[in-house]
Nanobody, 125 residues
Framework: QVQLVESGGELVQTGDSLRLACVAS????????MAWFRQAPGKDREFAGV????????YYADSVRGRFTVSRDNAKNTVYLDMKNLQPEDTAVYYC??????????????????WGQGTQVTVSS
């Protein structure tokens, strides 16, 4: 079992930056990659970015590439999502997720085995 806890969400202004964190606990050695997804009201959950915990390889959705950065600190079992130049359309609940399968960096929510409870990010205009 793996437990994930996100933190860092808050109300910010357009153009601001924000860092989210996701701490993993439990059988963390089984995790191959960790991703960030987001879900705005009335919309489907959307992939944002993913990182492999070993090599540190990353992949991003087109909608966030260049503004969002995923990084990890394996010693702290923590993955971060650094977001800059935030826009109102970035408003969503942000979730981290863990994939146990060493099969590349995956973007489908169905690929992920464990999820956190989410943290709210609200960007005001």
């Amino acid at each position: 079992q793996v437990q994930l806890v996100e933190s860092g969400g808050e109300l910010v202004q357009t153009g601001d930056s924000l860092r989210l964190a996701c701490v993993a606990s439990g059988q963390t050695s089984t995790i191959y990659s960790m991703a960030w997804f987001r879900q705005a009201p009335g919309k489907d959950r959307e992939f944002a970015g993913v990182i492999s915990l070993g090599a540190g390889s990353t992949y991003y959705a087109d909608s966030v590439r260049g503004r969002f950065t995923v990084s990890r600190d394996n010693a702290k079992n923590t993955v971060y999502l650094d977001m800059k130049n935030l826009q109102p359309e970035d408003t969503a609940v942000y979730y981290c997720a863990a994939d146990l399968t060493p099969n590349g960096l995956r973007v489908g929510a169905w690929s992920y085995n464990y999820w956190g409870q989410g943290t709210q990010v609200t960007v005001s205009s």
